[in-house]
T-cell receptor, first 114, second 115 residues
Framework: GENVEQHPSTLSVQEGDSAVIKCTYS??????FPWYKQELGKGPQLIID?????GEKKDQRIAVTLNKTAKHFSLHITETQPEDSAVYFC?????????????FGQGTILTVHP | DSGVTQTPKHLITATGQRVTLRCSPR?????VYWYQQSLDQGLQFLIQ???????AKGNILERFSAQQFPDLHSELNLSSLELGDSALYFC??????????????FGEGSRLTVL
């Protein structure tokens, strides 16, 4: 089955800096890659997603890049703010399966210091 | 607020017992997913229901079962509980309409502690 590796497990940045989280996946048939943000005591919330026919997608301060050849995708957050502090999860959806049947990475705890 | 409601928020029980977790999806969402979140396994897909029928299964234990009712709410039943079943159990729903059909809306979870 699909396996998703996520790095780093923790990331500490100063407010205003950029943050980058990287994930690799194993199943070349995977075609949907969402990123979720989980705040303390809450469920994960989708922040951005990308499909395999697109190499990059941007939404304000957040961007995701996908390299299908390397089976690698990354989350970029620019101009970080303290409210960006949370756990971030990448995920992959194996081809031919339900959109909601996701394999998640282990998560990255992002801390943004004021 | 995601629109997905889960009850109870916290549950403490003993080994060998059985519990039922309940989920109400967002209004109009036909698909319900159950995920387990634990420190060692991370977020793992358990099972999916669509309009009352089971659609996909993950690594769900035989001691666990789920169902989705005609009003679209879902229940996850966990029996013969073991210490290792202690985890956060999330329910998520997804719309099947419109362009952005990939997004899962998660509830706030039910935290199960088995003593």
């Amino acid at each position: 089955g699909e396996n998703v590796e996520q790095h780093p497990s923790t990331l500490s940045v100063q407010e205003g800096d950029s943050a980058v989280i990287k994930c690799t996946y194993s199943d070349s048939a995977s075609n949907y890659f969402p990123w979720y943000k989980q705040e303390l005591g809450k469920g994960p919330q989708l922040i951005i997603d990308i499909r395999s026919n697109v190499g990059e997608k941007k939404d304000q301060r957040i961007a995701v890049t996908l390299n299908k050849t390397a089976k690698h995708f990354s989350l970029h957050i620019t101009e970080t703010q303290p409210e960006d502090s949370a756990v971030y999860f990448c995920a992959a959806r194996p081809g031919g399966t339900s959109y909601g049947k996701l394999t998640f990475g282990q998560g990255t705890i992002l801390t943004v210091h004021p | 607020d995601s629109g997905v409601t889960q009850t109870p928020k916290h549950l403490i029980t003993a080994t060998g017992q059985r519990v039922t977790l309940r989920c109400s999806p967002r209004s109009g969402d036909l698909s319900v997913y159950w995920y387990q979140q634990s420190l060692d396994q991370g977020l793992q897909f358990l099972i999916q229901y669509y309009n009352g029928e089971e659609r996909a299964k993950g690594n769900i234990l035989e001691r666990f079962s789920a169902q989705q009712f005609p009003d679209l709410h879902s229940e996850l039943n966990l029996s013969s509980l073991e210490l290792g079943d202690s985890a956060l159990y999330f329910c998520a729903s997804r719309t099947n309409r419109g362009a952005n059909t990939g997004e899962l809306f998660f509830g706030e979870g039910s935290r199960l502690t088995v003593l």
